[in-house]
């Protein structure tokens, strides 16, 4: 695995106790999310996410990498 999925899998994990902790609640098969009654479809192993799901996790990633290495030439 590489080292920006080893990490957004930190974040996945991150992400999820987040949610979870606030109450989220997970839904089943093909029912939408609906963030006003905190229900997400996104709760399970980064392995198990969509492509797409883990390409928003891996740029989430490069977002703090590119917001920390701001900060560092600041």
Same mark, same amino acid.
């Given at each position: 695995?590489?080292?920006?999925?080893?990490?957004?899998?930190?974040?996945?994990?991150?992400? !999820?106790?987040?949610?979870?902790?606030?109450?989220?609640?997970?839904?089943?098969?093909?029912?939408?999310? !609906?963030?006003?009654?905190?229900?997400?479809?996104?709760? !399970?192993?980064?392995?198990?996410?969509?492509?797409? !799901?883990?390409?928003?996790?891996?740029?989430?990633?490069?977002?703090?990498?590119?917001?920390?290495?701001?900060?560092?030439?600041?």
């Amino acid at each position: 695995m590489r080292l920006i999925d080893r990490v957004a899998k930190v974040e996945h994990n991150r992400w !999820m106790a987040e949610r979870i902790t606030a109450g989220w609640r997970q839904i089943k098969g093909n029912e939408q999310r !609906m963030n006003i009654f905190q229900h997400h479809n996104c709760f !399970m192993p980064y392995e198990q996410l969509s492509a797409e !799901m883990q390409e928003y996790d891996r740029n989430s990633v490069r977002y703090l990498i590119a917001l920390k290495q701001h900060d560092d030439n600041q």
